[in-house]
């Protein structure tokens, strides 16, 4: 069964710290890109991050640029989005997502969701002022 379980959402104060994982199971992690992706109350999903797993190549919204970092753990089957210097305006559920093809994942992440093959549930990340 394939598997994508978010966690380390929770509230933070304004220029606070918090380091969200993404736990995958049941497919070939290495062969994946894996994105994350945030919904706040009332708008759409947008993209944050990404990574390919086999090369680690990373990419970042503008939003975040210089204060998220992603990065992956492949012993564990883990990806990390590091987020610092956090402001009001990221609350909002994250979500993590997978696919075989970085071009299909950097494209949700900056354009369009064209149809990742998996999604978890989100983590709710709450930056009070």
């Known amino acids: 069964e394939v598997q994508l379980v978010e966690s380390g959402g929770g509230l933070v104060q304004a220029g606070g710290s918090l380091r969200l994982s993404c736990s995958a199971s049941?497919?070939?992690?290495?062969?994946?890109?894996i994105g994350w992706f945030r919904q706040a109350p009332g708008k759409e999903r947008e993209g944050v991050s990404c990574?390919?797993?086999?090369?680690?190549?990373?990419y970042y919204a503008d939003a975040v640029k210089g204060r998220f970092t992603i990065s992956s753990d492949n012993a564990k089957n883990t990806v990390y989005l590091e987020m610092n210097s956090l402001k009001p305006e990221d609350t909002a559920v994250y979500y993590c997502?997978?696919?075989?093809?970085?071009?299909?994942?950097?494209?949700?992440?900056?354009?369009?969701?064209?149809?990742?093959?998996?999604w978890g549930k989100g983590t709710l990340v709450t930056v009070s002022y």
């Open positions: 049941g497919f070939a992690f290495d062969d994946y890109a």
């Open positions: 997502a997978a696919d075989p093809d970085l071009a299909v994942v950097t494209a949700a992440v900056f354009v369009k969701d064209y149809g990742m093959d998996y």
């Open positions: 990574i390919s797993i086999s090369d680690g190549s990373t």
